[in-house]
Structure formats: structure tokens, C-alpha cells
């Protein structure tokens, strides 16, 4: 959930109406931006628009760290 944006359609490039697409992450990754991309090479490409999405993968890399740490030290 990106939570400074609403979910964009992404289908059909000619008249996006549906979301049908998404970008799945895992709950320990934060999503900073997400958005279709309405360029005209983007709508020429595909029936649907790309997706195009900013994440930070370090909320993870910490929860890792410190899991690690916790099970070293037992």
C-alpha cells in the first residue's frame, strides 16, 4: 500500500478503466511510490500499462539484521 497515492487502472492502454495489475511485496518492504507510466511508447508496448513503483528494501535488511542478532545470541 503506497500511502500518498490512490490505485491507478493500468487496462487497456487506449482508455485505462480496470487495476487489474499490481506489484506484490512482501510486508517488510515499503512501498514510497507507485504509479502507471502513460508515456505513448508505454501504450504502444502493451495492451496494459507498466507499473512503476520506489521501494525501500531496508525495513527488511534491518528486521534481518536483528532477527540474526537475536538467534546468535541464544
Known sequence: VCP???PRPTF????PILRIDH???TPGIRVL???????PPARV?????P????LDPW???????QASE???AL
Open 12 to 15: 487497456h492502454t487506449r482508455f
Open 4 to 6: 500518498d497515492a490512490s
Open 59 to 65: 525495513p527488511a535488511a534491518r528486521f534481518a539484521a
Open 45 to 49: 508496448a502493451s495492451d496494459h500499462l
Open 51 to 54: 507499473l512503476v513503483a520506489e
Open 23 to 25: 506489484i506484490m511485496v
Open 33 to 39: 511510490s507507485a504509479q502507471p507510466r502513460m508515456e
Open 70 to 72: 537475536t538467534s546468535s
